[in-house]
């Protein structure tokens, strides 16, 4: 399994944007369902956002609420979250994962291989 290297965490203030990148070291984006989750402290992973081999993305809407954006880029073998307008609730370790194309993209236990994640911090 290609090992997936999450990076572009930090701390920010309410308001600001971040870009994660979870980086592959061989072709995995076309091959796979690829997804963001994230952790907060004293809370189960919850699924932010996936993107299928072909190109349609799925998102939690609860907590994207129209401010993150997935996406793909082939020839970098990457994966990236825009993440604008960020809230304190936004805070987590977010993890980038692949599944088997054609399994439930929303449900942790599809995901196989997982980076190690990123921590965001957004300060109020």
């Known amino acids: 399994q290609a090992q997936l290297v999450e990076s572009g965490g930090g701390l920010v203030q309410a308001g600001e944007s971040l870009r994660l990148s979870c980086a592959a070291p061989?072709?995995?984006?076309?091959?796979?369902?690829a997804g963001w989750f994230r952790q907060a402290p004293g809370k189960e992973r919850e699924f932010v956002a996936a993107?299928?081999?072909?190109?349609?993305?799925?998102y939690n809407a609860d907590i994207v609420k129209g401010r993150f954006t997935i996406s793909v880029d082939n020839a970098k073998n990457t994966m990236y979250l825009q993440m604008n307008s960020l809230e304190p609730e936004d805070s987590a370790v977010y993890f980038c994962a692949a599944a088997q194309p054609g399994s439930p993209a929303r449900v942790a236990s599809s995901y196989t291989n997982w980076g190690r994640g990123t921590q965001v911090t957004v300060s109020s």
């Open positions: 061989r072709r995995t984006f076309g091959w796979y369902t």
């Open positions: 993107i299928s081999r072909s190109g349609p993305t799925t």
